[in-house]
């Protein structure tokens, strides 16, 4: 049997109940690949998950969704972001892990392991409100809350790609600004938007300043 290191918790709690244990490596079943991780990424539901906010967590378990690594054997690059990781499955917190050949992809060969594994999450998050639910088109303008964070970030590239005119803002008081945003502000008023008429949900909602998403 070969062995591997892997991130694991046997209990819910905070990440203390997280410990690096030596574990049996993982054989890739029928439609299957195993991957050597090369860098793993860590999303807030990562921390959610250990502490027990996921009902469908079974114990014990190797957290981490997001990945990048090289296929064993074989070498190709590759990244994913694998549903049911670190929940139904070890995720990508160990030196292997095994997913299904659907899900995952060659990876772009001008990202590094790292870059392409903080990827995952906040991209197809992003990804999934703007170009799938929103259609987000040339010449509108999108209003991005919570910009400075990961997913605001990859909304705000992924609305500068499309050609777009965005508002990025973020709530918390000395919240550092990274995006590419047209514009940022750190609250409501700032960004022109009246509290009273946040509301509503998909396309055609206009907030303050007039945006179109």
Known sequence: MTFMKALR????GSPEALAI???????PGA?????????????PSDVVNVAGR???TTL???PGRDFAGVLAPGGEFVWGSVAGFGITRDGSHAEYAVAPKEAISIAPSNLSAEQAAAVGVPFT???????????LQAGETVVI?????????????????KGEGDWGHARRRGGGWRGGGDRYSR???????RTDRWQGRGRGVRYGGGASV
């Open 9 to 12: 918790f046997h209990s819910f």
């Open 21 to 27: 244990e030596e574990v049996a490596r993982p054989a």
């Open 31 to 43: 439609g299957e690949v195993l991957i050597q991780i090369k860098a793993a990424g860590i999303n």
């Open 54 to 56: 996921f009902p469908a």
């Open 60 to 62: 014990p378990r190797v």
């Open 125 to 135: 998050t992003a990804w999934g409100a703007l170009i799938r639910s929103a259609q």
């Open 145 to 161: 809350t919570g910009a400075a964070g990961a997913v605001g970030q990859a909304a705000t590239q992924i609305a500068n790609w």
């Open 187 to 193: 609250g409501y008023a700032g960004a022109g938007l």
